[in-house]
């Protein structure tokens, strides 16, 4: 039989305390595990060899049959002084075991000391303490607030603009009438039928399995028999139409709240909230920043040598803005209070901003060249000269 040293496959120091081995079993039993590394034959040799590891030293009588022979066998007992190392007849002995073999639905082994069995059940869902104990009694459900509901909306550009008033299905829970959201109605003491008694429930997350303790007994395996309106969930099923108020105003992202519309709450605690996300859509030439609006409008470059008046599209319909002479290309103007109102304070509202370009028209007809030579000839002014480029 090789010797191997458990403590340094662990990674632990040889005075390691019970919980440090067993946090860094559970690390290292993670890294290895055989469902995060599908078909690494090494990492599922290097997770026996933890299991093997954690196996001795997690039980006190082998770890000091380990400390005192630097190897571990069953015939080895620490007290005999007279024992002389193993007869080698344990043909595989502590080595022998197989994750094939490994279960994780079963529950913690009533009783057993600290055997990787026990460990695994929590392995994967961070508890750390042993969960399941029999007890006499079973747990006495507690009023519970409901859970919130986030919904999903999508709303257009100018219905964020006015605000809007919609019924929205919500598939919600409401607390059992029958038993008020205690999950039974007093009767005899059976096994709970959500675990069957295991205490613990099997639950996916990715690609790993993993037990968790059964929310319906809180672990023990036992309850009172279950409400036969709720099934022992104590909160019903119920599709409701709830009307929703999207104030004006609201932005993608916001989240609008609709008290005690979330999930039913039990044995008379309240309901959780249903929240409303927007999702807001685009305008086809209107962009939305903060609580401002912002529009590139072209003029022509009479209009903006000349000076005019042009219509500018608004999220309330077109609004008149004076283009003074000599406008510039680039130049902004802003429009007072036609931006969206504010969510904290519906009084105020924000600006639109209007950014002019000056569009160049296209010169085709000899004509037209023959104005802008004359144009030239009578604006002789150099722009590169007036500020200093040249
Ligand atoms: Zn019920
Ligand atoms: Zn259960």
């Known amino acids: 039989m090789a010797k191997k040293d458990y403590y340094n496959i662990l990674g632990v120091k040889k005075d390691a305390k019970a919980d440090e081995i067993k946090k860094s079993y559970r690390r290292l039993a993670r890294k290895h595990h055989p469902d995060v590394n599908p078909g690494d034959k090494a990492s599922e040799d290097k997770f026996k060899e933890v299991q093997e590891a954690y196996d001795i030293l997690s039980d006190e009588k082998k770890r000091k049959v380990f400390d005192r022979f630097g190897y571990y066998a069953d015939n080895l007992d620490v007290n005999s002084p007279f024992s002389s190392g193993p007869t080698s007849s344990g043909g595989g002995g502590a080595a022998g075991y197989d994750f094939s073999g490994f279960d994780f639905s079963t529950g913690p082994t009533s009783g057993g000391g600290s055997s990787f069995r026990d460990i695994f059940s929590d392995l994967f869902s961070g508890g750390g303490g042993s969960s399941a104990k029999a007890q006499p009694e079973p747990p006495r459900a507690m009023p519970k607030k409901g859970r919130d509901i986030e919904i999903p ?11 809007l008033t919609t019924n929205i299905t919500v598939n919600r829970s409401e607390q059992c009438s029958r038993c008020q959201g205690a999950g039974d109605t007093g009767g005899p003491v059976v096994t709970c039928p959500t675990c069957k008694g295991k205490g613990q429930v099997m639950r996916t997350g990715g690609r790993l399995q993993f037990s968790q303790e059964c929310p319906d007994c809180e672990g023990t395996g036992r309850r009172r028999q279950p409400c036969s309106v709720c099934n022992g969930k104590g909160v019903t099923p119920k599709s409701e139409q709830v009307k929703v108020k999207i104030p004006a105003g609201v932005d993608t992202g916001s989240r609008v709240r609709i008290p005690k519309k979330g999930h039913g709450g039990r ?3 309240e309901p959780g909230d249903l929240f409303i996300l927007t999702n807001v859509g685009k305008h086809k030439f209107l962009e939305r920043k903060g609580d401002n609006i912002y529009i590139t409008v072209p003029i022509t470059v009479s209009e903006a040598a000349l000076g005019t008046k042009i219509d500018v599209p608004t999220v309330e319909g077109k609004a008149q803005l004076k283009i003074p002479s000599g406008t510039e ?7 007072r209070e036609r931006g969206f109102p504010s969510l904290r304070n519906p009084t105020l509202r924000g600006d639109q901003f209007v950014e002019v370009k000056i569009a160049l028209p296209r010169v085709i007809s000899e004509e037209t060249k023959d104005v802008l030579r004359e144009f030239e000839r009578l604006n002789p002014e150099n722009p590169r000269k007036v500020i200093g480029l040249e």
């Open 329 to 335: 290309s680039g130049q902004k103007f802003r429009l």
């Open 153 to 163: 909306l999508a709303l257009s550009f100018e219905e964020s603009f006015t605000g």
């Open 267 to 269: 044995l008379g605690a």
